[in-house]
């Protein structure tokens, strides 16, 4: 079974911080994503990447910024935390194709954060 | 704009009852359809797709979804429904010339 792993379950952090929240991946996917999940709109696109330092922008990249250094691995970052960024972000991979693919996507458990 | 509508925010069907949980789209093309589950303090996960072929697709847990191009739609059925069901379900729509998009979800409540 495909497993991701997000390193944080629950996270608090103040405004203005620099926050990383990591995401690993074990089964040689080609692509990775990172979401957020709010009440009553679902899940929005933040960024993606198809391969080893490619990255692209999804929906709302605003306030963010990602690395992907290595192909299990995929960082979001929030440059300067702001209290409109407490969300749940879900980080997710799939094989091949990048976006443009029909394999599903595996998603981890999650990182519920909170910004105070 | 292309988008993915599920009408319903939430559902509620009685234990042994037959599930719906409805889903349609507005985009280019023909498209990759996908269901997902997600549990509570979990993430999602993959339920099952429809690529091109037979119009009823089967997936995990007994589900199945039907396709039906004329009317642009993707329910989600279940011939009997558990109250291990429960969960919030998300159709997602992948256009041919662009990236997935998920619905906003469809809470599914089974009552004992």
């Known amino acids: 079974d495909v497993k991701v792993t997000q390193s944080s379950r629950y996270l608090v952090k103040r405004t203005g911080e620099k926050v990383f929240l990591e995401c690993v991946q074990d089964?040689?996917?080609?692509?990775m994503f990172w979401y957020r999940q709010d009440p009553g709109l679902g899940l929005r696109l933040i960024y993606f990447s198809y391969d080893v330092k490619m990255k692209e922008k999804g929906d709302i990249p605003e306030g963010y910024s990602v690395s992907r250094e290595k192909k299990e691995r995929f960082s979001l970052i929030l440059e300067s935390a702001s209290t409109n960024q407490t969300s749940m972000y879900l980080c997710?991979?799939?094989?091949?194709?990048?976006?443009?693919?029909?394999?599903?996507?595996?998603f981890g458990d999650g990182t519920r954060l909170s910004i105070l | 704009a292309q988008s993915v509508a599920q009408p319903e925010d939430q559902v509620n069907v009685a234990e042994g009852n037959p599930l719906t949980v409805k889903c349609t789209y507005s985009v280019s093309g023909n498209p990759y359809l996908f269901w997902y589950v997600q549990y509570p303090n979990r993430g999602l996960q993959f339920l099952l797709k429809?690529?091109?072929?037979?119009?009823l697709v089967k997936g995990s847990y007994g589900f199945e979804a039907e396709f039906n191009k004329s009317q642009t739609s993707f329910h989600l059925k279940k011939p009997s429904a558990l109250v291990s069901d429960s969960a919030l379900y998300f159709c997602a729509v992948r256009p041919t010339d662009d990236k997935i998009i998920f619905g906003k979800g469809t809470r599914l409540h089974i009552l004992p």
């Open positions: 429809y690529i091109t072929g037979d119009n």
């Open positions: 997710a991979s799939s094989r091949g194709a990048g976006t443009l693919g029909n394999q599903p996507q595996h």
């Open positions: 089964m040689d996917h080609e692509n």
